[in-house]
């Protein structure tokens, strides 16, 4: 699955940094492979400590992670949503992105100068809220006017549609971003192909100095305040000092650095996991001696449809799914244990496939 996350924000506010802190993390571990697809587009795979053990169980001849894409959306200015700056092309961008992280400087520093002169997070996400939200409203009274004399028909559906465009017009004219709005299962399939930036799931990302990367500061208690009602992740991360930490030769000096941090993990291994998160997936694995792999599903999916992740061939000719839970097999060590223990199971198409689970398929087309 080609998931994207859109990397958002001000001028100077660390965007360009965290996004080359991602593309250096292979020098962290070799379980984070990057590669640049653009010149602001990167693959980056997902940590998940859960494969190092199945490859220690299993000593398979390759490991290969789940995956995603980040994008660096540079240049969003005041003016964006009328083309000022690169604000068409970035806008563009963004839309084609499933969630958004938004960086929000949170740190004093006289020697890098804020666009408007002085450090207000919450000023800068509402300015950025105000772009895109002017840019959905752009789009969704394009979408009404073609519509408008199409409804005419009497078409039960191009009705419904034409109806949630207006009620998301209103929501837009009230300075809300679509996010904030409910719709029901068919609703959100339609929002959904609208494409409209600000129905898509958002992370605020405090970047910080040093001295404020474990606790925060005054700055990220306001935008904890300002953003309580959005039911958005809000994490705190120090892109100068991420990239302090990819220059340094050693694993070892690495973690040291951490350490006297206090810090348990690095700051783009806390984001790449919640970016994950924010985007409704989970992970289940396949497991042998040729590769240990793990496999990116939307919640909630059933036993063919995760099937269909590998090839469509799967879900077409599914007959069934064995399945293992990770944490019997850790206990086990082993599928026949595994079988002995009586926790092996034999999954139909009924089957909602469950955050973590080792599954293999049976098919025939």
């Not at 970016?275 to 036993?303: H, Q």
């Not at 799967?314 to 399945?323: P, T």
């Amino acid at each position: 699955m080609a998931l994207k996350c859109g990397i958002v924000g001000l001028p100077n506010v660390g965007k360009s940094t965290l996004f080359n802190c991602l593309s250096n993390a292979k020098a962290q571990s070799a379980n984070y492979p990057f590669c640049t697809i653009e010149p602001n587009v990167g693959t980056i795979s997902v940590p998940d400590e859960r494969l190092e053990k199945l490859e220690a169980l299993v000593n398979p001849e390759k490991v290969l992670p789940t995956t995603m894409e980040i994008v660096d959306i540079a240049g969003l200015v005041k003016g964006a949503s009328k083309g000022e700056g690169l604000g068409n092309q970035f806008l563009a961008n963004i839309r084609e992105t499933d969630a958004i992280i938004h960086v929000l400087r949170c740190f004093e520093d006289d020697n890098i100068i804020h666009v408007d002169g002085s450090v207000d997070p919450v000023r800068d996400k509402e300015v950025i809220d105000i772009e895109l939200q002017l840019k959905d409203l752009e789009s969704i009274e394009k979408k009404i006017g073609t519509m408008a004399r199409a409804v005419k028909s009497g078409d039960k559906d191009l009705i419904k549609e034409y109806e949630i465009a207006q009620k998301i017009k209103t929501t837009l004219e009230a300075g809300e971003s679509i996010r904030s709005m409910e719709f029901d299962e068919k609703e959100a399939v339609i929002v959904q192909k609208m494409q409209l930036i600000t129905s898509k799931p958002v992370m605020y990302l405090c970047n910080v100095d040093e001295s404020s990367v474990k606790e925060g500061n005054a700055h990220v208690d306001a935008v904890r305040e300002a953003v309580k009602d959005e039911d958005a992740e809000v994490l705190i991360i120090g892109a100068a000092i991420e990239a302090d930490i990819m220059e340094l030769e050693t694993y070892e000096e690495r973690q040291m650095f951490q350490d006297e941090l206090g810090l348990e993990e690095a700051g783009v291994t806390r984001l790449i996991r919640s970016a994950y998160s924010l985007l409704n997936l989970d992970t289940y694995f396949t497991a042998g001696v040729k590769e240990v792999r793990a496999w990116t599903i939307n919640k909630g999916m059933t036993a063919p449809q995760a099937a269909g992740v590998i090839h469509t061939d799967f879900e077409k000719g599914f007959i069934r799914a064995e399945v293992m839970k990770y944490n019997d097999f850790i206990e086990y060590g082993s599928e026949n244990a595994v079988k002995d223990a009586g926790k092996f199971k034999v999954e139909g198409k009924e089957y909602i496939v469950e955050d973590g689970d080792i599954m293999h398929f049976r098919f025939n087309v």
